[in-house]
């Protein structure tokens, strides 16, 4: 059955209103056409009718209208044609008993707009993908939209909306003069002098010619004042191949070029925003500033920015090693530099990276307290350090979150601007990778999705290490033990912290095993090593004495012990695991300040017995 519905009061505005309108393109012969009428026209609203007729000599089996309405013109209802809508452009196809229409017929649909009056209208008719008319399919494009226009260094940045229809490419104009032909909606007019203003317009172009001009658009190149140039700003450095590249934004105002420095020391002068240092070492940090110049004299100098150069030497991790945390702040502990952090600690986790206000994004610096306590410790000075217990063979990375950490990787912009940003922060300090240490929650898919990101831009000697708590680690569907299991191939080891949790079940699920004894950091560790972690994958995380945790310290002499258990299966508690795992990875603390606080007793105790590990 086919029928319409339209409100009593709009069909008597409508037979009130004046003679219908049509608006028809000519007639072509042997084609198929689609005229358009307004049937009725009351003001705020109006009818409109399209008839199809089909002189093309042969059958059609289906036909699609589609057209653009004028700017705030919009259909409501329809009859005998289904409607879909993109934006202003409205496309109106057969239903199934009106698609076929034999040469010479003809069918018609129709639908009420709003509002009425002599601009509404449909434009751009097309049937079937030609003209409506029965010509051509293509027309000159529409008019580009939002011309905008940005002085630079002897230059002017262009860019535009795109214009409506089929659009070859654009021209740029100033006045009558024709200033460049581009196919995207972007241009940069260059070559220009100091200081001078110009105004342009554009006008989109097709085989059919070209369309109406944007409105203009002007600006002015720099140059224009006196004075020195302003801070240069955005200044990025990256380590290389015996190089350090540099780059930075541009300054607006006068400005003749760019002076680059170490130290005091003038390392080149450029006059674009980026520079390579050459001619450096192997495994060296650098810390450069940039100063903008002119006629006038220098401005200020960037803020410094460091990077190292490539070709460190890569020592691997020992078969079982001890891990600590290093506070970069102040608390009860003893604060020290990361030069002062003992040669027993194999891995070093700079406590913490925190989150900055973009998703997923991880800032680092020392902190102004921790600084301020050991007298006046740096930036660079932290990087020195980094370099110094390198050459003793140890690594450093860099841990995220903490307990009052708040950083959020739930989507994959922000997994991007993870592994964005923490590879900046090893280039920058030298770290040789990333703890995750997320105790407010975390996606085991995003965040892997940036540990593999990560992975790709630092290469194979990455090091992944992992934080979790008790918690998160009972079963192999909770997102922290998801997480390690979906990058195992990566991941270099998971040291669980068996503290400040009560109570936990063991994977015999006998018994709440109390914290503080063996028996729960080996029965704890067994869930890991039974559920598809490597046993080179699972080391235990303890506090180092007093102070250290609210609850489950042990003394070191007992994590050796639990040690010694899971390598062999001797020497356990009431608990024995189902298997021995000689490939125990180690041990951790939190932390190394509060080892240091309580005489070095977990490391001086720990590190020897890993030596004695199969």
């Given at each position: ?162 214009a409506s229809g089929t659009v070859t490419g654009y ?20 070559g220009l002098g100091d200081c001078e203003s110009h ?155 925190e989150a900055s206000s973009t998703a997923g994004e ?253």
């Amino acid at each position: 059955m086919r029928f319409r519905v339209i409100a009593g009061s709009l069909v008597a505005a409508a037979a009130l209103a004046a003679a219908a309108t049509a608006v028809a393109l000519p007639a072509q012969a042997a084609s198929a056409t689609a005229t358009f009428v307004k049937v009725g026209d009351w003001g705020s609203g109006f009818e409109g009718k399209y008839t199809i007729k089909n002189d093309s000599g042969t059958a059609m089996s289906s036909w699609k209208v589609e057209f653009d309405l004028p700017a705030g013109v919009s259909v409501g209802s329809f009859w005998d044609a289904t409607l879909t809508k993109n934006g202003q452009h409205i496309t109106f196809s057969n239903v199934g008993w009106n698609g076929s229409v034999p040469s010479g017929s003809s069918v018609s649909f129709g639908f009420l707009g709003t509002p009425g009056g002599a601009n509404s209208v449909p434009l751009n008719c097309k049937l079937n993908g030609a003209d409506c008319g029965g010509g051509s399919t293509e027309t000159a494009p529409g008019k580009p939209g939002a011309l905008t226009a940005t002085g630079g260094r002897n230059g002017i940045a262009l860019s535009w909306s795109a214009a409506s229809g089929t659009v070859t490419g654009y021209k740029v104009y100033e006045g009558t003069t024709l200033r460049a032909t581009v196919t995207g909606t972007s241009a940069t007019i260059s070559g220009l002098g100091d200081c001078e203003s110009h105004t342009y317009t554009v006008a989109a172009y097709n085989a059919v010619g070209e369309g109406p001009k944007s409105d203009p658009a002007s600006a002015t190149t720099n140059n224009c004042g006196p004075g020195v140039p302003q801070k240069t700003g955005g200044l990025t450095a990256t380590g290389g191949a015996n190089s350090v590249a540099l780059s930075w934004n541009d300054v607006t105002g006068p400005i003749s070029g760019y002076k680059v420095y170490e130290g005091t020391t003038l390392k080149a002068t450029v006059t674009g925003t980026s520079a390579t240092i050459s001619g450096l070492g192997d495994c060296e940090p650098h810390t450069y500033t940039v100063a903008a110049y002119n006629p006038a004299g220098e401005g200020p100098k960037s803020d410094p920015a460091s990077a190292t150069t490539t070709g460190c030497t890569t020592t691997p991790l020992p078969k079982h090693f001890l891990t600590g945390y290093w506070h970069n702040f102040d608390n009860p502990a003893v604060e020290l530099k990361l030069a002062s952090v003992p040669k027993e600690y194999d891995l070093i986790a700079v406590s913490f990276g925190e989150a900055s206000s973009t998703a997923g994004e991880v800032v680092f610096g020392v902190d102004p307290g921790l600084s301020a306590s050991l007298g006046g410790y740096t930036d660079a000075q932290f990087k020195a350090d980094v370099q110094t217990v390198h050459s003793r063979g140890q690594k450093v990375i860099l841990s995220v979150g903490g307990e009052k950490g708040r950083v959020q990787v739930s989507s994959s912009a922000a997994a991007t601007r993870f592994a964005d940003s923490v590879y900046a922060l090893m280039q920058n300090y030298g770290f040789d990778g990333v703890d995750i240490d997320l105790e407010n929650g975390l996606n085991a898919t995003y965040m892997g999705q940036a540990l593999r990101s990560l992975r790709a831009k630092a290469g194979s000697g990455l090091i992944i290490t992992m934080a979790p708590q008790t918690i998160d680690m009972q079963s192999p569907g909770a997102e922290y033990f998801k997480l390690a299991l979906n990058i195992k191939d990566i991941l270099t080891v998971v040291h669980t912290q068996y503290y400040n949790s009560g109570s936990m079940l063991g994977c015999d699920k006998m018994a709440a095993y109390s914290q503080g004894t063996v028996n729960f950091m080996t029965a704890l560790a067994c869930i890991q090593l039974e559920n598809g972690l490597r046993p080179d994958q699972v080391a235990l995380g303890l506090p180092a004495g007093p102070g250290a945790a609210g609850g489950g310290i042990v003394a070191p002499s007992m994590v050796n012990q639990a040690l010694t258990c899971l390598a062999t299966k001797t020497n356990c508690g009431s608990f024995v695991p189902p298997n021995a795992y000689p490939g125990i990875r180690g041990a951790m603390t939190w932390s190394i300040n509060w080892d240091a606080s309580n005489n070095w007793n977990f490391s001086k105790t720990v590190k020897p017995h890993l030596a004695t590990l199969p």
